[in-house]
């Protein structure tokens, strides 16, 4: 389905408005809602009825009544919306839109990783298939995984996958020795520490805004290290004017809007170069997202049986961070 959006003279011809209202016409006509990652391009983003990070846009959706849901982000991300709104159909503008991250943490390795460590419990950041989030014991996300964790007694051995500097981050705080998988992003993990250092150089009166899907020692000189959502607070009540952000560069259109008298600069791995885009985030197009709306495809499909061992990690995160006061 992918090949024939891309040569559908049909869409090739139209203009990116005439795209635009045609997008907005059909997601009336089939009473859609469209949820768009952080990370998408500007255009998406601008067409989304709501911008969040995956989980929040997972449960967003939840709070909906539309019959169809179009998540304008990644495979896993879909996966999770599916797993939450089983009775709807979601579907994903390009099926082929993948994660890194996901994609380095395979099903069949991880089973064999996790029967080295019986007595260990199995944390999973969001950011990973079905597949391990029915291995896992619970779920977190870069937002609570430190409260998560802090509410879990020391003497529990764990297992944190898929991303080793997100676990080693949480290591660092807490004082655990959780058991990582060996996985990463590869934009987050390619950004250099001496990049930063160069640009806080070059710009003393700004502050180093990190996610923790960094490498450790690019976390260790950030003034700031937190969630996507974080990152967004802490410029909103920040003093500060300048602001070297180390995370997925689509972030940046949300952080224009929301403090257009501030300035944003990328971390990248090295000069001159596009590597703080997510070619994979970017793979979602305006032609892709009206030929998924017009022909309700590609569909996110699972079995009754990956959704509910998939979903009972996310709920036990849900329910233990309304009892830590994370979520309400």
């Not at 003093?239 to 809007?257: H, Q, R, S």
Request: with cysteine.
């Amino acid at each position: 389905m992918v090949g024939m959006v891309e040569n559908d003279a049909n869409i090739n011809i139209m203009d990116t408005e005439k795209l635009k209202s045609e997008i907005v016409r059909l997601k009336k006509e089939k009473n859609a809602v469209i949820l768009g990652h952080y990370y998408q391009r500007e255009e998406i983003q601008d067409l989304s009825d709501y911008i969040g990070d995956s989980l929040a846009l997972a449960q967003k959706a939840e709070q909906c009544d539309n019959d169809i849901i179009v998540f304008c982000g990644v495979h896993f991300m879909a996966e999770t919306a599916k797993i939450l709104n089983p009775t709807r159909k979601v579907l994903l503008p390009d099926i082929t839109a993948s994660c890194s991250l996901a994609e380095s943490c395979k099903g069949e390795d991880f089973a064999k990783f996790k029967a080295k460590y019986p007595d260990h419990m199995v944390i999973s950041y969001v950011n990973c298939s079905a597949e391990i989030k029915a291995m896992s014991d619970l779920i977190c996300t870069s937002g609570n995984a430190e409260k998560l964790v802090r509410s879990i007694p020391e003497s529990q051995k764990i297992i944190f996958a898929p991303d080793k500097n997100l676990g080693g981050y949480i290591n660092s705080v807490t004082g655990r020795n959780m058991v990582l998988w060996d996985g990463v992003c590869m934009v987050h993990d390619a950004m250099r520490a001496e990049n930063v250092m160069k640009l806080k150089i070059e710009n003393p009166d700004a502050a180093v805004i990190a996610h923790p899907e960094c490498n450790s020692a690019l976390l260790q000189v950030a003034d700031f290290v937190g969630s996507t959502k974080a990152m967004l607070q802490y410029i909103e009540k920040s003093d500060k004017k300048k602001f070297i952000v180390a995370t997925e560069t689509g972030i940046l259109y949300e952080m224009k809007k929301n403090n257009p008298d501030k300035e944003f600069i990328v971390v990248t791995a090295k000069d001159g170069c596009n590597c703080a885009d997510c070619s994979y985030m970017k793979q979602n197009t305006l032609e892709k997202l009206y030929a998924c709306l017009r022909d309700e495809t590609p569909e996110i499909l699972m079995s009754e049986e990956m959704i509910e061992k998939a979903k009972l990690p996310i709920v036990r995160m849900l329910e233990m961070s309304k009892k830590l006061g994370i979520i309400k």
